[in-house]
């Protein structure tokens, strides 16, 4: 080729290229997701059908806008008739007059559920949103607190899979928006008292437009806040009847109402005494600390964990508490909208928490969602939390196809994080389809070892959508542990209980506290991911009442019950 | 055959195609961006397709305009714009980013089209809408501060704090005590661990009524790092007492927002003209929206409203019974209703307004309270405690819900009760003396032992 020719050539093909770039230049952005990128072996299987879960959310008819079918309805994950294995109860959220009832799944030896709602007390229809699980009488058997938009309900367990509302005769009748709920034994009596968080002073008949100027659910800012509520467990009377007294303006609580959805408490300043942090839509979070004398003062904002880290209050929902880092410091982890970032507040020092949403790695996650339910769990046991998250709009997402109301609209895709065990996460949702690959309105997320096998296998509420059962399949999982912890004073699980555990050199620090997450109740059971370790070292509780005590070593890979009294009592 | 005649011929002719092919080939470079412009922009877009269903009126009206606008003059950045800024002011954000690229195509040099592309993307995603804001910025300089500041909080939010610093300095440089500037320059200094300079820096925040509230705020975030924490509670006390305050102004904002149009946003000017106290726009906002919403029981009840501020009960009545025949399931337009009863002296019919109010929001104070009131006019007195009852169980820090209920118990004699509730009306409202004085009423009258 004569150098005329070449010079055509490497023109033509200049020319050509300059075209395509001016085409493709004009091209919207093609995602960022490597097709070679390894996710490695997904982490879970969808098991809901062989399970014989066969339950699907009623959110009503829909295209109405009625608010609280938008704000979904959660799950528990408990054993109701104390045979060892984990039962569900999935709430629905219909109406007082649909058919449409809630359901209890018993868990059969075989690992399958069986439906016993019907006559077990707890098959009741309205618009249901929650579900705190706690031992309010201490008889041993866990009993059913239900929130609603119009009021909470409690079940009594009768000992049999059947239950029996106590409501009124318990003190809490109430006609506000409940959300989330959370029992803890906020004074040390021994008895576990009751926080309920309440939305928003709805009024049905407004109005509002969103997208594409259509009508579409309210923005939370166009109604009036409500105030946490706390009930303190009176104990039984001597008839045998619980009674709670509402001591939410006694306690403080009633000063500063605003839009809570999500409920965690967890001694949050490190003075033994649980706290109580309100996850609130769209405004600051609370954090009311225990002032150890029945009150509790709200301290979010000088704390760090009212806003983010640029001042700003975003929409928060679903809440989860747990040590990322591994600094023997729990961090907090909440919610938030597909136009924000779900945010970490990592502890440190002990009681001041601090924004590192994006040093962490998780202000770019592969998809954005309106994040609810959240899990933070060591489901691979390699001895660090990794992230799992149901996402689901609460506004119709621009471009959306239909041209009335339809639920596709506000669908989302889940997400799994993995933790480096530095606290830096990785976005592995693609490499996990059964869990993040099909959209839905995401809303409850529970944890437990559901099936006996020592892992962390999550169970997921959608709105107007099958509830599925999600089986940890993660290949090569590192060691375990499971830990009960009781109070045989009170013949229940000791709620507020910490334990650390030290196993292979490293301490792994766990709340026994079932209530987090979005209106769910998971597995109240502590779970460790030991990684190599073959054995445990020590075992520290450290008792909802302020004692400390050291249980020996073991070795991995079995469940514990450990009781308070039996280890040996060392100094906080 | 033409070597033979024309021996150069052939070497003539290659050189010859050489250069024609050279020539050819400059042309069509040098009309690459005539063939770009052929395809995207000597041919606009028609204005997009837009689902009709379900959208107010007034908004198709608003859109429609804007949209013949640009049809009748499709090589119009401005048209283009603002078609764009209608669609993006009632929430077609689709639509809206095509039209802005439409007009960034015909007029590359207008900020405003740019920055609204920016806030669609970065609504969408943060990471990628950054560089269509930094663009933004660029050409809208110094003529509007809106687009910098937000593109600084926007660094500081995806964690840049140094462009963050340089955006906020840049608009010190014009604005030395510029409030937002140095709230952002302070939270940066925050971030980083200088807690001293960025208490120093809040100085101007703090004294401005626009940054107060997240100035206090980060004030007490730096207090108590600082571990003083009687200065953190300080803080935090007076932030607590303030309204959330209005956004900062953005002149681009404003500029997107005069095309929100329909029913809603109506409504909402409405009330707040009422509230605002300005009663005769408000009057007359309500009248032309129920003049413009014949069939809209919510522009009834907005009217009903304004009379009812007003103190014309027969009108508010008139106007409240026209909202509620047309939708019955507003508690609001009927405790509005029951308060034009009530005021004419019907106290029974005001009361099954009131219960028809509670019906439809069991957790309504304002309908438990009135009725109570009611029941308590109508001579009884139990049912009138029960409610009040109801009522603290909506709100149970309402002053006025303890003192009447107090009240109620003292003519009941039930004197510790009513004592207790006396108490607390005047722990919750003690700028009320009433309270207090039925307080020591009620003591008197407690019969001693």
């Given at each position: ?133 706690a031992d309010v009488n201490n008889d041993g058997f866990p009993d ?41 034994d906020?004074?040390?009596d021994g008895w576990l ?40 467990n009176?104990g039984r009377?001597?008839?045998g009847?619980i ?244 109070l045989p004073e009170w013949k229940r699980d ?79 | ?449």
């Amino acid at each position: 080729m004569n150098l005329g020719k070449r010079a055509l050539c490497i023109v033509s093909l200049a020319a050509f290229h300059l075209l395509v770039v001016a085409f493709l230049g004009c091209q919207p952005n093609s995602p960022t997701t490597s097709p070679t990128e390894d996710f490695g072996p997904p982490w879970f299987e969808d098991v809901s059908g062989k399970s014989g879960l066969n339950f699907v959310h009623d959110a009503g008819p829909g295209g109405s806008y009625f608010l609280p079918e938008i704000m979904g309805s959660g799950a528990a994950l408990f054993d109701c008739d104390n045979d060892g294995r984990l039962d569900i109860y999935l709430v629905q959220n219909g109406g007082p007059k649909s058919a449409s009832k809630n359901r209890l799944f018993h868990q059969k030896e075989d690992g399958t559920f069986e439906d016993i709602s019907a006559g077990s007390g707890l098959d009741v229809s309205g618009y249901g949103m929650g579900v705190a699980i706690a031992d309010v009488n201490n008889d041993g058997f866990p009993d059913v607190l239900l929130t609603q938009y119009g009021g909470i309900r409690l079940f009594l367990n009768n000992g049999n899979r059947t239950f029996t509302e106590v409501t009124k005769e318990a003190g809490l009748d109430s006609v506000h928006w409940a959300m989330s709920a959370s029992f803890v034994d906020y004074d040390r009596d021994g008895w576990l008292d009751l926080v309920v968080v309440h939305y928003v002073d709805y009024q049905p008949a407004v109005h509002c437009t969103g997208t594409n100027a259509r009508q579409d659910y309210c923005h939370p800012s166009m109604f009036q806040g409500t105030a946490t509520s706390l009930f303190h467990n009176l104990g039984r009377s001597a008839d045998g009847k619980i009674a709670f007294e509402d001591v939410t303006v006694k306690a403080g609580l009633a000063k500063r109402p605003a839009p809570g959805l999500g409920v965690l408490c967890a001694d949050f300043n490190g003075d033994g005494w649980p706290d109580i942090f309100v996850a609130n839509d769209a405004k600051p979070n609370h954090l009311w600390i225990n002032q150890k004398d029945g009150t509790f003062r709200e301290e979010a904002v000088a704390r760090g964990c009212a806003y983010n880290a640029i001042g700003k209050a975003e929409g928060n929902m679903g809440i989860v508490y747990g040590d990322v880092d591994g600094d023997g410091m729990p961090d907090l982890f909440v919610t938030h909208l597909t136009s924000e970032t779900s945010t970490l507040w990592q502890q440190g020092p002990i009681g001041i928490f601090t924004d590192r949403t994006l040093s962490s790695g998780l202000a770019s996650p592969r998809w954005r969602g309106t994040g609810f339910g959240v899990v933070l769990a060591d489901f691979a046991q390699r001895g660090c939390l990794d992230l799992a998250i149901v996402n689901g709009r609460v506004s119709r997402q621009s471009g959306g196809k239909s041209e009335g109301f339809d639920w596709p609209d506000y669908q989302e895709r889940n997400q799994i994080l993995v933790n480096d065990g530095q606290g830096h996460f990785r976005d592995v949702s693609p490499g996990n389809p059964a869990f993040c690959g099909t959209p839905a309105i995401g809303r409850g997320l529970c944890a437990g070892d559901i099936f006996g096998t020592g892992r962390v296998d999550l169970l997921a509420t959608s709105l107007h959508g099958p509830a599925r059962l999600y089986r940890n399949v993660a290949p090569n999982v590192g060691h375990w542990l499971i830990v009960r912890a009781m109070l045989p004073e009170w013949k229940r699980d000791a709620y507020g209980a910490t334990i650390t555990v030290r196993a292979g050199g490293k301490q792994f620090t766990r709340l026994i506290q079932p209530a987090s997450s979005y209106l769910c109740s998971n597995d109240p059971r502590a779970h460790f991911g030991l990684g190599s370790a073959e054995k445990v070292d020590t075992i520290r509780i450290a008792w909802p009442d302020g004692a400390v005590e050291e249980f020996p070593g073991c070795a991995a890979d079995q469940r514990l019950t450990l009781r308070k009294g039996e280890g040996t009592a060392v100094a906080r | 055959m033409s070597d033979v005649l024309f021996p150069n011929a052939s070497a003539r002719f290659a050189k010859r195609r050489w250069l024609l092919a050279a020539v050819a080939l400059v042309g069509v470079l040098l009309a690459l961006p005539l063939i770009y412009r052929g395809f995207f922009a000597a041919k606009p877009l028609n204005p997009p397709q837009l689902n009709w269903a379900g959208v107010d009126p007034a908004i198709r009206q608003v859109l429609e305009t804007e949209m013949a606008n640009v049809r009748g003059h499709p090589r119009s950045a401005d048209a283009w714009g603002r078609l764009g800024c209608a669609l993006l002011a009632n929430l077609f954000e689709d639509e809206a980013d095509s039209c802005f690229a439409q007009a960034s195509a015909l007029d590359p040099k207008n900020a405003l089209w740019i920055y609204c592309q920016a806030l669609i993307a970065l609504s969408r995603d943060p990471v990628v809408g950054l560089p269509k804001l930094e663009q933004a910025v660029e050409l809208a300089g110094d003529q509007v501060e809106g687009p910098r500041l937000r593109l600084a909080d926007e660094y500081l939010a995806q964690g840049q704090p140094e462009k963050a610093r340089q955006q906020f300095e840049k608009l010190l440089a014009r604005s030395p005590q510029h409030p937002r500037a140095l709230l952002g320059l302070a939270r940066i200094d925050f971030q980083t661990g200088a807690l001293d300079s960025s208490r120093r820096r809040l100085e101007v925040a703090l004294a401005d009524p626009r940054t107060r509230k997240p100035a206090l705020a980060l004030s007490a975030e730096i207090y108590e790092r600082q571990h003083n924490t009687p200065a953190a509670n300080r803080a935090l006390a007076q932030m607590i007492e303030l309204p959330d305050p209005p956004e900062w102004p953005d002149a681009y904002f404003a500029e997107i927002r005069k095309y929100k149009a329909g029913e809603s946003i109506r409504l909402q000017s409405v009330y707040q003209l009422q509230d605002g106290r300005r009663y005769r726009e408000a009057l007359q906002a309500a009248q032309e929206l129920v003049r413009d919403y014949p069939q809209s029981a919510r522009a009834w009840a907005a009217l009903g409203s304004v009379y009812l501020g007003q103190r014309n009960f027969s009108a508010a009545e008139q106007a409240l019974r026209k909202s509620v025949s047309l939708e019955d399931q507003s508690p609001q337009a009927w405790i509005n209703l029951g308060l034009c009863r009530y005021q004419q002296h019907d106290v029974a019919d005001a009361a099954t307004c009131f219960s028809n109010a509670i019906e439809r929001k069991p957790d309504s104070l304002q309908a438990h309270f009135n009725l109570a009131l009611c029941q308590a006019e109508q001579g009884n007195r139990n049912a009138a405690i029960a409610s009040l009852r109801d009522a603290l169980r909506c709100q149970p820090l309402s002053a006025p819900a303890h003192a009447k209920l107090g009240e109620l118990l003292l003519e009941e004699k039930r004197y510790p009760e009513a004592i207790d509730h006396l108490q607390q009306a005047a722990d919750l409202g003690p700028e009320n003396t009433a309270y207090q004085k039925k307080l020591d009423e009620a003591r008197k009258r407690r019969p001693i032992r």
